[in-house]
């Protein structure tokens, strides 16, 4: 459990980091987030419960990213340079413990590296350590265990900065996942509830394609929290206290299986291809000069819940040649439910140009996520595709009538 207790090493000192990074006028010269610390921290931290080979990979390509940060904060900025030197060090812990599960201290190699980088700018760090160890001896769960055991450790200052300053940042709702997270790991708890789908969560993020990650904060973020999203619908859903509290039918499911079965890799192509769109369309709003800063942040948060929820829909198909499990079926029909009113509402409503006088969503757009929708089971009238073809309908009025609820929403299409 070398890797867990790297990982946990690192997750004690990153609000040292993360608060330099959000207020040091030299880390904002060097463009600096605190993503690339966070992104090999929660990795390894699955490596230490899941090592598979696909998890070393993403950790070996964690390290790599974030190694220049550890390098650039090396000399002069000791106490912010403790959580790259260990987030680097826990990183490359699971690298070697996913390479051989089968030694008993696997990691043990980049472990004490992540412990020194910690315990030189943090009090408590080798005590914590010690009791990491004893928990760990005793055969106790680590899932459990507080990062602290005097509530939010002698960091907690600089960690309530960091709350305070995310919490006023304009996109501070695509770094809410990351805020929820560290609370986690401090608490000794499941971000769900429940440990099994935690930990399922958490490695599909730990998976995101590297492509995504590179992009950055603006690229990661809007991915990361519609998987969050995702997953945590469906369990509000699962416990009745969501906003959609109908159970998912056994026949609804099996609509769902039949349709991913045919359509899975169309689904796969056709998300990737919107998400593109999605993101030119959002470069190009970012260009508009004209548009007041009010309707081009509406705009924007509007363009990130769409990626949000198109990311939680391909993180939810299942593997080339695997057929939908029963569990994935029910998140599916759940995530089309809220899908088919992301369309029905805000789609419609950003795509009118009676409601959105400055800006419309484009059509191309509109066109796609409709042949998401009919692929998932939402009825399509070809007549309203073909008269958006021909221009003889305008792209508002077709996004309502395609999104227009016929009767009451049938899951089983």
Request: glycine content about 10%; proline content about 6%.
């Amino acid at each position: 459990m070398a890797v867990w207790i790297a990982s946990r090493a690192a997750s004690r000192v990153l609000p040292l980091w993360w608060d330099d990074v959000l207020s040091e006028e030299w880390a904002r010269e060097r463009e600096l987030t605190a993503l690339p610390i966070l992104r090999c921290i929660l990795i390894s931290s699955v490596a230490a419960k899941l090592p598979t080979g696909d998890i070393r990979a993403a950790a070996a390509l964690a390290a790599a990213a974030a190694a220049d940060d550890a390098t650039t904060t090396a000399s002069g900025y000791p106490a912010a340079h403790a959580a790259p030197a260990a987030a680097v060090a826990a990183a490359d812990a699971a690298t070697d413990a996913a390479a051989d599960t089968s030694a008993p201290a696997y990691g043990v190699h980049g472990a004490p590296a992540a412990i020194a980088a910690a315990a030189a700018v943090a009090v408590g760090v080798l005590e914590a350590f010690r009791e990491d160890a004893e928990f760990v001896a005793s055969g106790e769960s680590p899932d459990v265990l507080t990062l602290w055991s005097n509530g939010s450790g002698p960091l907690a200052e600089a960690w309530g900065r960091v709350k305070t300053q995310v919490a006023d940042a304009p996109d501070s709702q695509d770094w809410q996942f990351w805020i929820d997270w560290y609370d986690a790991l401090l608490d000794g708890r499941p971000m769900l509830g429940d440990a099994a789908r935690t930990w399922e969560m958490l490695e599909k993020i730990a998976l995101i394609d590297p492509k995504t990650w590179e992009k950055g904060p603006e690229g990661a973020n809007p991915v990361i929290r519609g998987i969050w999203e995702g997953y945590q619908g469906a369990a509000d859903a699962g416990s009745g206290q969501g906003a959609d509290p109908q159970p998912v039918t056994d026949s609804a499911k099996t609509a769902m299986q039949q349709r991913v079965a045919v359509n899975r890799d169309a689904l796969a192509v056709a998300g990737a291809g919107l998400m593109d769109q999605l993101g030119a369309f959002k470069e190009s709003v970012r260009g508009m000069n004209h548009l007041t800063p009010e309707v081009r942040d509406e705009v924007l948060a509007f363009i990130d819940e769409f990626t949000g929820k198109l990311s939680a829909l391909l993180a939810g198909l299942p593997e080339p040649g695997d057929t939908l499990a029963d569990g994935q079926a029910d998140r599916l029909v759940l995530w089309l439910r809220e899908y088919r009113g992301l369309l029905r509402h805000k789609l419609a409503h950003y795509a009118s140009a009676e409601n959105m006088v400055e800006v419309t969503v484009p059509t191309g757009i509109i066109l796609s996520a409709t042949g998401i929708g009919a692929m998932m089971g939402m009825p399509v009238p070809g007549a309203i595709v073909g008269g958006l073809i021909v221009n003889q309908m305008k792209p508002g009025q077709a996004a309502k009538e395609l999104t227009k609820s016929s009767g009451k929403d049938d899951d089983a299409g």
